[in-house]
């Protein structure tokens, strides 16, 4: 991403929800069990496929590329929502943040019910990203 020095800018959308999943140490772990598995069915993939030339480039790719999400994912500590911390610093992204739990806001029947979707949402990303 900047690291290629190309000129970017994105708009990302991160609600509450899917921040204080980030944020929960069983999900990291969860994650991570699953890139490990990944790569074992992978690496399984490329010894099937060692023989059939139409498969076994595919089998590869798919072995590197997780590596590589592995490794990315290990270097940022399992923490995703610092890379984007940091690439907002830099103005390449844009963060913003929906309602706490994604409540069609129209059809919630008061106001107070409106602002506290609204309120609880903001007060959460601001904690995490200031």
Same mark, same amino acid.
């Given at each position: 991403?900047?690291?290629?020095?190309?000129?970017?800018? =994105?708009?990302?959308?991160?609600?509450?929800? =899917? &921040?204080?999943?980030?944020? @929960?140490?069983? #999900?990291?772990?969860?994650?991570?069990? %699953?890139?490990?598995?990944?790569?074992? +069915?992978?690496?399984? @993939?490329?010894?099937?496929? !060692?023989?059939?030339?139409?498969?076994?480039? *595919?089998?590869?790719?798919?072995?590197?590329?997780?590596?590589? &999400?592995?490794? *990315?994912?290990?270097?940022?500590?399992?923490?995703?929502?610092?890379?984007?911390?940091?690439?907002? *610093?830099?103005? %390449?992204?844009?963060?913003?943040?929906?309602?706490? #739990? %994604?409540?069609?806001?129209?059809?919630? *029947? #008061?106001?107070?019910? !409106?602002? #506290?979707? &609204?309120?609880? $949402?903001?007060? +959460?990303?601001?904690?995490?990203? $200031?």
């Amino acid at each position: 991403m900047s690291r290629q020095k190309l000129p970017f800018q =994105l708009t990302l959308s991160l609600s509450p929800t =899917l &921040i204080s999943m980030l944020l @929960e140490e069983r #999900t990291k772990e969860a994650y991570s069990l %699953h890139l490990k598995r990944m790569l074992e +069915l992978a690496e399984k @993939e490329m010894d099937r496929t !060692r023989h059939l030339p139409q498969f076994k480039n *595919l089998a590869e790719f798919y072995f590197n590329r997780l590596g590589q &999400i592995k490794s *990315l994912y290990e270097d940022c500590k399992r923490d995703l929502l610092s890379p984007l911390r940091e690439l907002a *610093l830099k103005g %390449h992204l844009e963060l913003i943040t929906t309602c706490a #739990t %994604h409540g069609y806001l129209p059809l919630m *029947l #008061t106001w107070e019910a !409106r602002r #506290t979707q &609204i309120q609880t $949402g903001l007060d +959460l990303f601001a904690q995490v990203f $200031g």
